[in-house]
């Protein structure tokens, strides 16, 4: 286990569950992103997430998650859609696979012809079961995913029991960016009853009262992008989201 996969897990413990800011570098400039992270991090956020579904320039991801790293003193996590979402600026990346896309490319592909730059640039593997659900947004597009029903919740449990079987350390179920409703409650408790990962859930989390919700089924980490493209203040929003989650949060035990 890498140090951040560590420090990630131990904020879980303590806190009983954490909040992380994706950062789309194709909708920021190097003083944008620098000043929404600030302003994240001030807010409580436990680490900033670099990534978003479309192609983006390598130079610019570079900038970005450069400018990032100098601001903040939270780890910055690479959330790539392709082999073009990497810099070696980052301290670790989600080393996902796309187990419900219909393309190899999103399942296995993409990660052997990656794995060597995350290996060059030193940073640590983070490996990840991704399962796109609902709208599925740009994600569940670009990805070519098989998207499951939101009145599904066993497909998304088998899948996810596959992560967990195939030695993979993360689940994440993705709505989508800008989802109009966020993945039902009853599907993350289903998810949570039936496997030990750590359960990452993000997709049209708008409020504190969605995210204590799905924090309240089972969810480990909610992540949040758009909400913060959308927002003036971003620090007073991120805080509160945090505040919600930490209100049905309990810290987990380290046996």
């Known amino acids: 286990m ?93 080393f996902m696979s796309l187990l419900n896309s219909t393309n190899p490319y999103f399942i296995t592909t993409a990660q052997a012809l990656s794995a060597p730059l995350v290996k060059k640039y030193g940073l640590e593997p983070l490996p990840m079961g991704y399962i796109i659900i609902g709208e599925g947004g740009a994600a569940g597009l670009i990805g070519q995913a098989h998207l499951i029903p939101y009145h599904m919740p066993k497909i998304v449990v088998a899948y996810a029991l596959a992560a967990q079987y195939l030695g993979m350390h993360f689940i994440y179920l993705e709505a989508g960016s800008g989802a109009k409703k966020p993945v039902p409650q009853e599907m993350v408790k289903l998810v949570r009853e039936m496997t030990s990962l750590p359960l990452i859930v993000g997709g049209g989390i708008t409020n504190e009262n969605t995210a204590k919700q799905i924090v309240k089924a089972g969810a480990d980490i909610i992540v949040t992008g758009t909400l913060i493209e959308k927002v003036s203040f971003v620090e007073k929003k991120v805080s509160a989201i945090i505040e919600g989650i930490k209100s049905v949060a309990k810290p987990k035990s380290s046996n």
């Open 2 to 94: 890498g140090k951040i996969e560590e420090h990630l897990l131990d904020k879980i413990r303590r806190d009983g569950a954490i909040h992380m800011t994706l950062i789309d570098p194709e909708e920021e400039d190097i003083k944008s992103a620098s000043k929404k992270v600030a302003e994240a991090e001030r807010g409580g956020t436990s680490a900033i997430m670099v990534g978003g579904s479309t192609a983006m320039s390598v130079s610019h991801l570079d900038d970005i998650t450069l400018a990032v790293k100098k601001t903040v003193n939270i780890p910055i996590i690479l959330f790539p859609s392709n082999v073009a979402g990497i810099s070696r600026f980052a301290d670790a990346i989600w």
